[in-house]
């Protein structure tokens, strides 16, 4: 279970639907359930880092000329 910190904020269209929601505990029932999708939508996966330097891999890259840009093999 995730807990929000200090910052976390619900989002106002979750406030507004909440609203109409008049049973306090069918309202407190999904207030906690939003709360814990909203924490894990907002969890971001590392990406592994990409390694740019060498040029395209596979062997086959682009030699520019002086007009066009010609494939090489």
């Not at 106002?12 to 924490?39: G, S």
């Amino acid at each position: 279970m995730l807990k929000p910190n200090k910052t976390f904020r619900l989002s106002k269209q979750t406030k507004r639907f909440m609203c109409t929601i008049a049973d306090p505990v069918e309202r407190n029932e999904f207030k906690r359930i939003m709360i814990q999708a909203e924490l894990a939508a907002a969890i971001v996966p590392k990406r592994e880092p990409r390694d740019n330097k060498g040029g395209p891999k596979g062997g086959m890259g682009y030699s520019s000329s002086a007009n066009a840009a010609t494939p090489t093999a």
